[in-house]
């Protein structure tokens, strides 16, 4: 359904299939295609699913691609990137403002209602 739905953050695992994630992955390696799905930040939703045709290489990105062992696993090599707070929260204050039309206010709140998110469930992967 969608964050809008279940009212958890973007940074909550439960947010994520990550058995789908795994699969989608080895699929991959495997040189199948897959059909990615695609959230939709306007709407709170899902979108219709993209293909995604495998390839030499692929970089898998976002928030959680090494939290879960299965998804991690398949991976040849993972690198978590740790930016400094104030970078992140620039980064996401701009993002929101200018293509969201959220106010400063609105973005900074945000970012501490999901600082306990982040925490749990995307700090925990630097060590993978």
Not at 109 to 114: L, N, S, T
Request: proline share 5%.
């Amino acid at each position: 359904a969608g964050r809008k739905a279940t009212g958890w953050t973007a940074l909550d695992a439960k947010e994520n299939d990550f058995a789908l994630m795994g699969a989608q992955i080895e699929a991959l390696k495997q040189k199948k295609a897959v059909y990615k799905p695609i959230y939709n930040h306007d709407t709170g939703n899902k979108d219709p699913p993209e293909l995604l045709e495998p390839n030499k290489v692929m970089v898998f990105e976002g928030l959680h691609p090494i939290y879960d062992e299965k998804a991690r696993s398949q991976l040849d090599l993972s690198i978590y990137i740790d930016i400094v707070n104030e970078v992140k929260f620039d980064w996401k204050v701009k993002r929101d403002v200018e293509e969201r039309g959220w106010t400063e206010e609105q973005v900074r709140e945000d970012i501490e209602k999901r600082l306990p998110d982040f925490s749990a469930y995307v700090d925990v992967q630097k060590p993978n």
